[in-house]
Structure formats: structure tokens, C-alpha cells
């Protein structure tokens, strides 16, 4: 391998933990960011959530109108549950 490869390759011992920090703030920015986004929802006086499914089916999933994720759970349908945003929508 020539040097020009060799330095295109090497990366600092922190590298790792660095990206592992970086996805780390991602991931609660984006918690945070839900949070704010159900908050306002809610005072605004809308759902936070949509039931629906396929008449022909049978087929019934909720839908998180905050994260925007689909669940065909029935325990989660039955709770209002969202699974990406681990809380329980208010009727």
C-alpha cells in the first residue's frame, strides 16, 4: 500500500467515539424535537394520532402523526401506542 492510500485510510483512535457522540445528539435532538411537535399539537387542539386500516382485510394499523410511523400492533392500536416515540397518545 503507498502512502497516499495509508493516509486516505488511517483514521484518529477517537474516530469511533466521536461518531458514536455525533449519532448519540442526533438521536435526542430529534427526541426533543418530537416532544415539541406533540406539545404544540396538543395545544392547538389537534390528534396526535389516526387510526385507520384496510376494509377489504381487515387490516388496522395507527398512525403517529408526530413521527409519522405506522404500527399494525393491536396492542398498540388498543393503548394508542407509539413505539418510536415511547408514549401513549391522549383520546
Not at 38 to 49: H, N, P, S, V, Y
Not at 52 to 70: A, D, M, R
Request: glycine letters at 8%; proline letters at 3%; charged letters at 25%.
Amino acid at each position: 500500500m503507498n502512502l497516499k492510500a495509508q493516509i486516505q485510510n488511517h483514521r484518529s483512535p477517537g474516530y469511533s467515539e466521536a461518531k458514536q457522540l455525533d449519532e448519540a445528539k442526533g438521536k435526542i435532538r430529534s427526541k426533543i424535537a418530537r416532544v415539541f411537535r406533540r406539545d404544540a399539537m396538543r395545544q392547538a387542539g389537534k390528534e396526535t394520532f389516526l387510526l385507520g386500516g384496510n376494509f377489504q382485510t381487515g387490516e388496522k394499523w395507527i398512525l403517529c402523526l408526530v413521527c409519522h410511523s405506522k404500527s399494525w400492533n393491536p396492542q398498540d392500536i388498543e393503548n394508542k401506542y407509539c413505539g418510536l416515540c415511547k408514549v401513549f397518545h391522549e383520546p
